[in-house]
């Protein structure tokens, strides 16, 4: 495969033309087949084709992890944590669970639930891989949207609201 290239292919089968261990550092956000359709009643929300999950959970973190020469992080929904763990270790490698703690977690639905503040990040090392993070905890505090904290000015949250609106049919609980 050509560097710095665009390849509008299926992932699996391009990576088939990667050489293995030839990866310094593979990072990646799976589909976690969980955003799609109604959830608790509260909000519909259909991401479309970018959360169906349409691989074999095992063929694709084998295939990630043989393309790798150092280290993988694996973004997944909470089911799939165990399956990438699982995988990653039979192959050899050391792993971690990580936590993203968004410090300003979108505030959709905030009303009816607690914030959803957490994503799930499966690190992968392989044996004697390089690791630059000593002694630091396998939770991160950074925020996200930019940089804005939560809850944002009126001005913000009204814009917000707006913007996601058409996006996002929010239904409230009656009482």
Known sequence: MELNRIYNIDCIEGMKA???KSIDLVL?????GECNGRKCHIRELNKGDADII??????LTETIARKAKQS????????QVSSIRIKLAELGMTTRLCIWEKTNPSPIAGEFLWLSNI????????????????CKGSVWHENCWGGAENPPDTETTATFQASYSSKFKRRRLDS
């Open 72 to 79: 993988v992080y694996m973004f997944c929904g909470i089911n």
């Open 119 to 134: 994503e799930c990040c499966v690190f992968g090392r392989w044996p004697k891989a390089t690791f630059n993070e000593f």
């Open 28 to 32: 990646t956000d799976i589909p976690y």
């Open 18 to 20: 990667i050489d293995d």
């Open 54 to 59: 349409d691989f074999e959970l095992d063929e």
